[in-house]
T-cell receptor
Framework: AQRVTQPEKLLSVFKGAPVELKCNYSYSGSPELFWYVQYSRQRLQLLLRHISRESIKGFTADLNKGETSFHLKKPFAQEEDSAMYYC????????????FGKGTRLSVIA | NAGVTQTPKFQVLKTGQSMTLQCAQDMNHEYMSWYRQDPGMGLRLIHYSVGAGITDQGEVPNGYNVSRSTTEDFPLRLLSAAPSQTSVYFCASWRRYNSPLHFGNGTRLTVT
C-alpha cells in the first residue's frame, strides 16, 4: 500500500536559517511525488513536483529512491514561508488520487 | 478560469441534519475528489470520481454520499450529520492519473 510519512508535525526555524522538511514514502513502483503548501486558511497549492525538477520560491526537493525520501529544502528561510506543507504521492498507474502525508507546519521566527 | 469552486464557505449544522457541499470545476478535468482536513490527521480521501457516472470510495467514506452526473460537478452529501464530521472539506480535480491536483478554497463545517 502507498503511504507517505512526514515525521515532524511542527518545525520552527529562525529567519535566514536552512529548512528541511522530511518526507518518506512507501511504494513498490516508481511514484510521482509532490509538495503542496497551504498558507493560513487558504487552499492547498502545488509547490513543486519531482518530475519537473524546478526550484519554486527557493525550495527544492530531490527524490532519493534508495532512502525512499523526498525531502523539501530551502537554504534561507523567510517569514512568508510559514505555512503547512504536505508531501503527496501518486501511483504511476491507476486512477486513484494523491495520497497525502499528515503535514508539517513550518514556523519561521523573525 | 475560476478553477475549482466550493460552496458554501462556512456551514453550521445540528446533529442529524443533512446537507450538500457543492463543488464545480471549469477545467474539463475527468477526475475529482473530496478530502477532509483535520488537525494532526492531514488530508484524508472521502470519495473520488474518474468520470461522469463513476465514483469510488476513499479512506473515510462512511456518512458521505457522492454522485457525478456531469463532468463539472461533484457534490458531497452528508445524510445525517454527526459531530465527528466537523472538519474542513476540500474538493480537488485533476487532469489525468499523475497530474497535480487543483483544490477549491474549502468548506468549514461545524456540527453541534
Amino acid at each position: 500500500a502507498q503511504r507517505v510519512t512526514q515525521p515532524e508535525k511542527l518545525l520552527s526555524v529562525f529567519k535566514g536559517a536552512p529548512v528541511e522538511l522530511k518526507c518518506n514514502y512507501s511504494y513498490s513502483g516508481s511514484p510521482e511525488l509532490f509538495w503542496y503548501v497551504q498558507y493560513s486558511r487558504q487552499r492547498l497549492q502545488l509547490l513543486l513536483r519531482h518530475i519537473s525538477r524546478e526550484s519554486i520560491k527557493g525550495f527544492t526537493a530531490d527524490l532519493n529512491k534508495g532512502e525512499t525520501s523526498f525531502h523539501l529544502k530551502k537554504p534561507f528561510a523567510q517569514e512568508e514561508d510559514s505555512a503547512m506543507y504536505y508531501c503527496a504521492l501518486s501511483p504511476y498507474s491507476g486512477n486513484t488520487p494523491l495520497v497525502f502525508g499528515k503535514g508539517t507546519r513550518l514556523s519561521v521566527i523573525a | 478560469n475560476a478553477g475549482v469552486t466550493q460552496t458554501p464557505k462556512f456551514q453550521v449544522l445540528k446533529t442529524g441534519q443533512s446537507m450538500t457541499l457543492q463543488c464545480a470545476q471549469d477545467m474539463n478535468h475527468e477526475y475529482m475528489s473530496w478530502y477532509r482536513q483535520d488537525p494532526g490527521m492531514g488530508l484524508r480521501l472521502i470519495h473520488y470520481s474518474v468520470g461522469a457516472g463513476i465514483t469510488d470510495q476513499g479512506e473515510v467514506p462512511n456518512g458521505y454520499n457522492v454522485s457525478r452526473s456531469t463532468t463539472e460537478d461533484f457534490p458531497l452529501r452528508l445524510l445525517s450529520a454527526a459531530p465527528s464530521q466537523t472538519s474542513v472539506y476540500f474538493c480537488a480535480s485533476w487532469r489525468r492519473y499523475n497530474s497535480p491536483l487543483h483544490f477549491g478554497n474549502g468548506t468549514r463545517l461545524t456540527v453541534t
